[in-house]
């Protein structure tokens, strides 16, 4: 068995799932095996992948594509790793990334059983950029359920999968990803883990995050009721004590509607809303600006 187990779901990234597989590979923490899960893409990414020369890494392909949840278990069914650690095929690791956090965990008592770490973000736009640097969404937080009411409230930001690592044992616990989830996959797994488990943070920004654009707003709309619904036990609970649950999310929505150019839902969403942060403000305009001169 290996000490981690790094599964990497690709969908027609040619021309970045190598960065991704180089980061993984290039860790100081070598005893690792790397998943590539390419779900039926059409572009020349199994020629990249096959490209590699290293016993380390294997490739697993989907006949069709199945989405990103469903990825992502294919490469824990084939993984055997300790420990468990996802990384979106546009995402880059630091070298030392896996080596602080399984460091981490292990100076930690049982009930930590993940971690996660910063991250820093390459934005196309300058001006995202800028408001990225000055005025950040809260991170650094541990534990479980403080964690949990900060990710529903959209008050916090993890920086997605590609900053976890997870016990094995943890992750067939939950039984993976929900592959009914098109968006959001990251939130709901978090979700679930730490309802088992206390999450431990590294701070460093061991993750870069590359900008991917605009995402579709039918596929978020339905992949937030549906997230919505699934915790709706928590989201009640939020609600009668006065925290602004659904009035965030729908401020949330709304910038997905602007940047798609769906202004009548979008200012239909905002009525009764709520910015989880104030840079959400600034988000709010650019989306807007990007909606009108897309």
Same mark, same amino acid.
């Given at each position: 068995m290996?000490?981690?187990? /790094?599964?990497?779901?690709?969908?027609?990234?040619?021309?970045?799932?190598?960065?991704?597989?180089?980061?993984?590979?290039?860790?100081?923490?070598?005893?690792?095996?790397?998943?590539?899960?390419?779900?039926?893409?059409?572009?020349?990414?199994?020629?990249?992948?096959?490209?590699?020369?290293?016993?380390?890494?294997?490739? /697993?392909r989907?006949?069709?594509?199945?989405?990103?949840?469903?990825?992502?278990?294919?490469?824990?069914?084939?993984?055997?790793?300790?420990?468990?650690?996802?990384?979106?095929?546009?995402?880059?690791?630091?070298?030392?990334?896996?080596?602080?956090?399984?460091?981490?965990?292990?100076?930690?008592?049982?009930?930590?059983?993940?971690?996660?770490?910063?991250?820093?973000?390459?934005?196309?736009?300058?001006?995202?950029?800028?408001?990225?640097?000055?005025l950040?969404?809260?991170?650094g937080?541990?534990?479980?359920?403080?964690?949990?009411?900060?990710?529903?409230?959209?008050? *916090?930001?993890?920086?997605?999968?590609?900053?976890?690592?997870?016990?094995?044992?943890?992750?067939?616990?939950?039984?993976? *990803?929900d592959?009914?989830?098109?968006?959001?996959?990251?939130?709901?797994?978090? /979700?679930?883990?730490l309802?088992?488990?206390?999450?431990?943070?590294?701070?460093?920004?061991?993750?870069?995050k590359?900008?991917?654009?605009?995402?579709?707003?039918?596929?978020?709309l339905?992949?937030?009721?549906?997230? #919505?619904?699934?915790?709706?036990?928590?989201?009640?609970? #939020?609600?009668?004590?006065?925290?602004?649950?659904?009035?965030?999310?729908?401020?949330?929505?709304?910038?997905?509607?602007?940047?798609?150019?769906?202004?009548?839902?979008?200012?239909?969403?905002?009525?009764?809303?709520?910015?989880?942060?104030?840079?959400?403000? *600034?988000?709010?305009?650019?989306?807007?600006?990007?909606?009108?001169?897309?």
């Amino acid at each position: 068995m290996v000490k981690i187990s /790094v599964v990497i779901p690709t969908h027609n990234r040619e021309d970045v799932v190598g960065h991704a597989i180089d980061s993984a590979l290039n860790q100081t923490m070598t005893d690792i095996e790397v998943v590539v899960v390419d779900d039926a893409s059409t572009d020349d990414t199994r020629a990249v992948v096959e490209a590699y020369d290293d016993d380390r890494l294997t490739y /697993v392909r989907h006949d069709v594509n199945r989405g990103g949840s469903a990825a992502r278990n294919s490469g824990i069914e084939r993984s055997t790793g300790e420990y468990v650690a996802f990384l979106d095929s546009d995402d880059e690791w630091r070298a030392d990334k896996l080596s602080r956090q399984i460091g981490r965990l292990e100076t930690r008592s049982e009930e930590w059983r993940a971690a996660y770490c910063g991250f820093r973000s390459e934005r196309q736009s300058a001006v995202v950029s800028l408001v990225d640097n000055l005025l950040e969404r809260e991170t650094g937080i541990e534990g479980d359920t403080e964690l949990l009411y900060a990710i529903l409230l959209l008050r *916090f930001s993890h920086g997605g999968s590609s900053t976890l690592v997870v016990e094995r044992s943890l992750v067939d616990e939950l039984e993976g *990803f929900d592959p009914t989830f098109s968006r959001h996959q990251d939130w709901e797994f978090l /979700v679930r883990l730490l309802q088992r488990s206390r999450l431990a943070y590294v701070d460093a920004p061991l993750v870069t995050k590359h900008d991917t654009g605009v995402p579709d707003f039918e596929t978020c709309l339905e992949a937030r009721k549906r997230y #919505l619904r699934k915790f709706s036990d928590i989201v009640v609970d #939020l609600s009668l004590a006065g925290y602004p649950v659904i009035e965030r999310h729908r401020f949330s929505l709304a910038k997905v509607a602007f940047a798609n150019g769906r202004h009548r839902e979008g200012i239909a969403l905002l009525r009764g809303s709520a910015a989880p942060h104030v840079r959400d403000y *600034f988000g709010l305009g650019l989306a807007v600006y990007n909606g009108l001169n897309g």
